[in-house]
Structure formats: C-alpha cells, structure tokens
C-alpha cells in the first residue's frame, strides 16, 4: 500500500486553445478539468499503473466537493481532511505550442484543522504499516542506493557527473545533428503540467516493483513523456478517454511497452 499526501489540491483546467491567444478579447474555449496537486497527480498514475495506493489531502468546502468527485470518476482511493478555506484553481492555457499559466491563491489553514489532519494523516499510516508494506519496500530502497553507489565507482575518483558530461559531449559531437534527433524521438506534447510528478510515481512504481536501478529511471521517464500526450494533468493517454492509445511505430509505442513490464 502507497500512501500519498497533497497539502494544497487544487481544479487543474486546460485551456486548449484552437488559435491564437487574443489579448484583450473573448477566447472560447472547452475546458478540461482535473483533481490536481502534486499528490493527486501522483496518485493517479499510480493506480493506473495498477498500484494499491490511497491519497489523503485538505479538501474544502464546494471546490474540495468537486475534487472528492473526480477523484471518485478516476478511481482514486481517497480519505481526506476538511478545511473552512476553499481549495485554488490552476489554468494553463495552450496556445501555440506555448503554455500560459495562472494560479490562484492558496487557502489559509487554521491551527485547528492542521491538527485534525495530522491525526488523519497519523492514523492512515498506522493502517499502512498493518499492511507489513514498510520493511520490503526498506530493502528495495537500500539495494537502490547500493546500486548508485556502484555506478558513482565505476564512473571514477572525481564522481559522476564531470565524467559522464565529457562522454556524453563526445557522444553528441561524434553524431550527426539528424542522427541525434532521431535518436531523441518525438512526442506530441499537449500539456506539460504535472509532468514531475508523474516522474516521481514512475520512480515509486518502479521501487515498489523491485526494479533495478536502471528500470526505476526508465519508468521515472517514461511516466513523465506520456504525461505531457494527454491534456489532463497527472494522466497517462490510454487511461483516459480522450485521447486514444498509440499506435506501434512511433516513438511512444515503446514507453507502453516499458510500462506494463511490471
């Protein structure tokens, strides 16, 4: 069992821009709205890759209402605290291949409610180490630094990154620049927001999974390109249904390949 916790939630919109932004004017638009927060968006892929995992976060009163229902539409186990203040709202406009953002304000928590929420929290993860989750993933994790440790001695003396930045600059040199953008491939990317975050669940997948180091990184990712092919925030393209799976050829077919290996 992954618990995770959002302290600011927050209603994720895009607003996918057919043409051009038009300064002092009307721009209509069709809305898509997510339960954003990095939590959130982190316990989302999480379970679409199919990971026990429970989300716990300060909800408001008619915003924390409709974060509770699209986090009951996605499928995402939740067990929150209430707070007097109402939760933010977060726009990202996209237009142009460009992405304008505006965030509200974040609501003020009392001593109160932040009490009530350290006993929830508390209590959560009391239940969590019923579940005897704490020790493996404890191993994993000291196996993981054991393995970065070996690559930091193998690369030399003076670490890492001197060393791998001079192969990598000769690696970059010795390539023609078309062979180097092949090399890199391409993603359609429709809205980075909540790109980081699907790097940290691919991460905690990929250790609660017993992957190997390098796996781990890949998942990190892979999570994060395919976040950025679906206009929802903290969303993989085919567990949504707005946009359709790729298909095999091109450059993304191989991160679905990547992420159902576990």
């Known amino acids: 069992m992954i618990l995770t916790v959002t302290m600011n939630p927050s209603i994720d919109t895009a607003y996918p821009l057919a043409s051009a932004l038009k300064v002092d004017d009307v721009n209509r638009v069709e809305p898509i709205k997510t339960a954003g927060g990095k939590g959130l968006n982190v316990t989302r892929v999480l379970g679409h890759q199919g990971n026990d995992v429970v989300a716990t976060n300060l909800l408001g009163d008619r915003m924390g209402d409709f974060i509770a229902d699209r986090m009951d539409e996605d499928g995402v186990s939740h067990d929150f ?7 933010r709202v977060c726009i990202a406009a996209l237009h142009e291949g460009n992405q304008t953002e505006f965030f509200e304000a974040d609501p003020a928590v009392s001593a109160d409610e932040l009490d009530r929420f350290t006993a929830k929290f508390c209590e ?3 239940r969590r180490r ?8 404890a ?3 000291r196996r993981l ?10 690369v030399g003396h003076r670490g890492p990154s001197r060393h791998l930045g001079r192969f990598a600059r000769r690696r970059r040199e010795a390539l023609p620049r078309q062979a180097q953008a092949e090399r890199a491939g391409r993603i359609d990317c429709v809205n980075a927001t909540g790109s980081g975050d699907s790097t940290i669940a691919g ?5 609660a999974a017993g992957a190997e180091l390098a796996e781990v990184l890949r998942l990190g990712n892979t999570c994060d390109a395919l976040n950025t092919m679906d206009p929802e925030t903290g969303h993989l393209p085919w567990a949504s249904g707005t946009r359709s799976t ?7 077919c191989s991160f679905y390949i990547v992420i159902n290996r576990f």
């Open 124 to 126: 959560l993860a009391a």
């Open 130 to 137: 019923r579940d005897d989750v704490r020790r493996p993933a």
């Open 139 to 141: 191993r994993r994790r």
């Open 203 to 207: 991460f905690t997948h990929g250790i």
């Open 246 to 252: 790729t298909a095999c050829g091109s450059p993304s």
């Open 145 to 154: 630094l054991r393995q970065a440790r070996g690559h930091r001695q193998r």
């Open 81 to 87: 605290a209430r707070i007097f203040g109402e939760n």
